[in-house]
C-alpha cells in the first residue's frame, strides 16, 4: 500500500506542474507540422504565421504597413506575399494592384485551395485564405474598408456563408510567374 501511495505521489506532483504549465498553443503552432524543402511549399507554410501579424492594423487606401502601419488589401497581401517568398528563398514578383494581381492569378476547387490561395467576390472584393487546416476549415484576411482595419475570419462563420458564398465569383491561385528563384 505504501508503494501505491508513494508512485500516486511521484505521479501528481510531477504530472501536476506539467499540467498546469500547459497552454494552448497558437493556431499557426497547432499547424506547423514537418518543413518540406521545396521553395513553393515553404512559401506556403510560411503565409499563416506573417498573415497573423497583420490581423488589427488600420485599413487606409493606399497604405503600406511597412512604412505607416496602415494598409489597404493590394499592400497586405503583397507584404504577406513578399514576406513568405523571402523565407522561402523566392522573389514575389511585384507589387500589383488588385485588379492586376487578380490577372496574375487562376481558378482552383474550393476542394484545391491552400494557403495563399485568394477567395474573390464577383465584384472582385477578394480576401486571402492563409490557412487551411486539415479539417477543411479556412481562415480568411483582408483590408476591410466597413471595419477601417484587417480583419480575419473563417469558413464556418456566418458572414462567409451568408456573403462570401453568395458572392463567390472563385477561388484563384497565384500563377507561377509571380514567385521567383531567388538570384
Known amino acids: 500500500m505504501k508503494q501505491i501511495l ?6 501528481v506532483f510531477t504530472g501536476i506542474p506539467a499540467w498546469a504549465s500547459y497552454s494552448t498553443p497558437r493556431l499557426t503552432e497547432q499547424t506547423t507540422g514537418q518543413v518540406e524543402s521545396s521553395p513553393h511549399i515553404l512559401f506556403q ?3 499563416p504565421a506573417i498573415a497573423e501579424q497583420f490581423i488589427g492594423i488600420p ?10 502601419g496602415t494598409t489597404d488589401n493590394s499592400s497586405l497581401f503583397y507584404s504577406i506575399y513578399a514576406t513568405a ?10 507589387y500589383l494592384p488588385m485588379r492586376y494581381l487578380l490577372k496574375n492569378t487562376y481558378q482552383v476547387d474550393l476542394e484545391e485551395v491552400k494557403n495563399g490561395d485568394l477567395i474573390v467576390l464577383n465584384n472582385d472584393l477578394a480576401a486571402m485564405i492563409y490557412l487551411v487546416e486539415p479539417s477543411g476549415r479556412l481562415h480568411f484576411i483582408y483590408a476591410s474598408e466597413k471595419r477601417q482595419q484587417v480583419f ?3 469558413s464556418e462563420n456566418l458572414v462567409y456563408q451568408a456573403y462570401w458564398l453568395e458572392n463567390l465569383r472563385g477561388f484563384f491561385r497565384l500563377k507561377d510567374g509571380m514567385l521567383l528563384p531567388e538570384r
Do not use: C, E, N, W
Request: net charge positive.
Open 152 to 154: 480575419s475570419f473563417h
Open 45 to 47: 507554410q510560411h503565409i
Open 59 to 68: 485599413f487606409k487606401m493606399g497604405g503600406d504597413p511597412r512604412q505607416t
Open 6 to 11: 508513494a508512485i500516486m505521489a511521484v505521479i
Open 85 to 94: 517568398a523571402q523565407k522561402a528563398g523566392l522573389v514575389y514578383k511585384a
